[in-house]
């Protein structure tokens, strides 16, 4: 390893061989906290959506409509996305469903969505019950239908789909909270080795002598657990034949 720490490809596949297994600890211990994460501290989320369309009295009155027509109520529609989401809708919404939040709470719950070139649009509603997400995007749609005479004198409005409780959880994602633990954990392995690999100044081969120009002057074996403590008993065997002749 030279002096400006830089490491080849050929070492990092080294240190990594030689890591495998604590980097795979480190992605296990990723798993298991994602797991916790995912299971225990996330509450799972049910989603809900119920579907408007805005009628013009062209269509209703003809089958047909015309471009400015069209325009005109795509134009509309973002006016009716910013009105779902303000207190004038959502407070009969909660009124009526008795829920303790404030309008702006029950707004982060709700999002609208439109389709491009299309008279219709959906109100989405993502909480901790299913049930609860049906209720409030049925009842928003209806109020807004309600409210928005109101405000635009705008009688046009229907609602096609009625939401329905869905009891399967759209979040949390759990295949991919686990993946990104786990991905996260072997990286953060991969990334802790490779780093501790680069400030380490010690010499643990007879390349890495090598590599830096010097001339290698003798060796000293490794010797395995089993070789340890053979030569520790061969010692201790010499020291109790040494005694034995000095008693004698």
Do not use: C, H
Not at 212 to 221: R, T
Not at 233 to 247: G, I, M, P
Request: hydrophobic share 40%; glycine share 6%; net charge negative.
């Amino acid at each position: 390893m030279e002096d400006n720490q830089e490491i080849s490809l050929v070492e990092i596949f080294n240190i990594l061989k030689d890591k495998i297994g604590r980097i795979i600890v480190f992605g296990i211990v990723g798993l298991a906290i994602a797991s916790v994460i995912t299971f225990v501290v996330q509450s799972p989320k049910y989603e809900s959506t119920a579907d408007l369309v805005v009628n013009s009295q062209q269509t209703q009155q003809t089958g047909q409509i015309d471009q400015g027509t069209l325009q005109t109520n795509l134009t509309l529609l973002n006016t009716y996305e910013s009105v779902i989401r303000k207190p004038v809708v959502l407070q009969p919404v909660i009124d009526e469903l008795g829920i303790d939040m404030s309008p702006a709470e029950l707004a982060n719950l709700i999002s609208v969505s439109t389709e491009n070139n299309s008279l219709m649009f959906s109100i989405r509603v993502r909480s901790g019950s299913p049930f609860l997400s049906a209720d409030i995007a049925n009842t928003a749609a209806e109020k807004f239908s309600d409210e928005i005479e109101n405000i635009l004198n705008i009688e046009n409005v229907s609602i096609v789909t009625i939401a329905q409780p869905n009891e399967t959880p759209v979040a949390p994602n759990i295949p991919l909270n686990l993946l990104l633990g786990l991905v996260a954990g072997l990286g953060i392995g991969v990334v802790w080795y490779l780093v501790k690999a680069m400030f380490d100044r010690s010499v643990t081969s007879k390349q890495q002598i090598e590599d830096l120009g010097w001339a290698v002057i003798g060796e000293i074996p490794e010797l395995t657990t089993e070789e340890i403590e053979e030569s520790r008993f061969r010692r201790a065997s010499n020291r109790r034949s040494a005694d034995t002749r000095r008693r004698v």
